[in-house]
Structures are given as structure tokens and as C-alpha cells.
Nanobody, 127 residues
Framework: QVQLVESGGGLVQAGGSLGLSCAASGLTFSRYAMAWFRQAPGKEREFVAAISWSGGRSRYADFVKGRFTVSRDNAKNTVYLQMNSLNSEDTAVYYC????????????????????WGQGTQVTVSS
């Protein structure tokens, strides 16, 4: 059974930084693309960033380009999201997700392609 556990959320002031981690188990982590999504109160879940199974390719939502960086350590079965220059619109619950199938590229990053999800970690940015 796949288990994804996010950590690193919290309260940060606008302009600050925060790093999230997602530890994976129950899958051969190095074979699966991983992604981060977020959901703000009253809004739908939205894509934030994704990284290919090898770590060699990444994709970002337009609203985080240049501010957020996704990375992974396949030896530690962990994916990371470094968030800089945070603003109040970044306040949300952040979820990591694992691709349904191994070896996929990340051309398409809708939530439906990701079959396993973490419980989420709250990020709150105060203005």
C-alpha cells in the first residue's frame, strides 16, 4: 500500500520561505513521477509542480515559476518543494501525489493521473 507523508508546513510571513517534504513508502519510488498540488479554502485543488521519475525534468504552474522548486532524492524516497517569496495567495493545504503508473513523463499533470495522495500539510502565509 502506497503511503505518502508530507511535512514542513506551517505559518510564515509574506516574503518568507518554507520547505515541504514528502516521504513515500510502498512503491518503487524511483520509477514514479511525483507532484505537488494545493487546495485553498473554497477553491478546487490545483497543480503546483511535478518532477519526473528520474528527477531530470520538472514542471510548474505559472503562478509559482521562479519562486518554487521541486526536487527529489530517490535514495531517500522523498520529494521536496522549496517555496520562496511566499504571499497570502499561497495559503493552502499542500498535497504530494504519486503517478498511477511508472516511467511516465510529466507532459500531462492533471490530478486524475496521480493515484496516491498524502494527507496534506497546511501552509499559511500571513501578510
Amino acid at each position: 500500500q502506497v503511503q505518502l507523508v508530507e511535512s514542513g508546513g506551517g505559518l510564515v510571513q509574506a516574503g518568507g520561505s518554507l520547505g515541504l517534504s514528502c516521504a513515500a513508502s510502498g512503491l518503487t519510488f524511483s520509477r514514479y513521477a511525483m507532484a505537488w498540488f494545493r487546495q485553498a479554502p473554497g477553491k478546487e485543488r490545483e497543480f503546483v509542480a511535478a518532477i519526473s521519475w528520474s528527477g531530470g525534468r520538472s514542471r510548474y504552474a505559472d503562478f509559482v515559476k521562479g519562486r518554487f522548486t521541486v526536487s527529489r532524492d530517490n535514495a531517500k524516497n522523498t520529494v521536496y518543494l522549496q517555496m520562496n517569496s511566499l504571499n497570502s495567495e499561497d495559503t493552502a493545504v499542500y498535497y504530494c501525489a504519486a503517478d498511477k503508473n511508472p516511467w511516465n513523463n510529466i507532459v500531462e499533470v492533471t490530478s486524475s493521473r496521480f493515484g496516491s495522495w498524502g494527507q496534506g500539510t497546511q501552509v499559511t502565509v500571513s501578510s
